[in-house]
């Protein structure tokens, strides 16, 4: 196993999920909590989201094979998806976004924190991709998930943490951190492209 590979792919799932955004959100969304309930919450979403990331994980190429979708091609639509969210953190429209989503309900574990928020299109995506690299094996596959297990678990540490980062960042510190994680998810998004077209043959 390279530990370079895996040090990237925990950034890539890092950038995708953006536990510092969610932060500031997690707080909004259980506004009145106590802190126990507000643990609880934050629990939850994250199992959730595990599993999710864990089932396409495991089974996400099989789904391509059924409809008929190749790697390569799978690997560019990726790709081009990541730029497009790295586009959404650069312009603020992503925080936009999920400002929107907020949802008058006493409990957003499920909607919209494990889904859309934690495990979205785009970290389903980074998983598949992930998985089916040149890398293989059970152990590559293990340490995937491993990685995967890892980001989640900081954006639980970020939940339990959110009333402070949200005091020390304030508003324009968050997006600054949000826009420099955005251009580093442009640029490992185009990486996708370029290893799906090379695996096209065409490079």
Aim: hydrophobic share 55%.
């Amino acid at each position: 196993m390279e530990i370079a590979f895996y040090l990237t792919a925990f950034v890539t799932l890092f950038v995708i999920i953006d536990p510092i955004a969610l932060a500031p959100l997690f707080v909004a969304l259980t506004q009145g909590m106590d802190q126990a309930h507000r643990r609880t919450v934050g629990v939850r979403a994250c199992v959730i989201a595990i599993g999710l990331m864990t089932l396409f994980g495991l089974l996400g190429d099989k789904i391509l094979q059924v409809v008929g979708i190749s790697m390569p091609a799978f690997r560019i639509s990726g790709g081009l998806l990541l730029f497009v969210t790295a586009l959404d953190m650069l312009f603020d429209r992503r925080t936009r976004r999920r400002e929107d989503q907020h949802p008058n309900t006493d409990d957003p574990s499920v909607f919209p924190l494990a889904m859309p928020l934690i495990a979205g299109p785009g970290a389903f995506t980074t998983m598949i991709l992930l998985v089916n690299s040149q890398h293989g094996g059970i152990a590559h596959v293990v340490a995937v998930h491993a990685v995967m297990i890892a980001v989640v678990s900081c954006a639980f540490l970020f939940f339990l943490a959110a009333g402070y980062i949200e005091r020390a960042l304030g508003r324009i510190g968050i997006q600054v951190i949000t826009r420099l994680l955005g251009m580093l998810l442009a640029a490992m998004s185009v990486q996708f492209v370029l290893d799906g077209v090379r695996g096209t043959g065409i490079l």
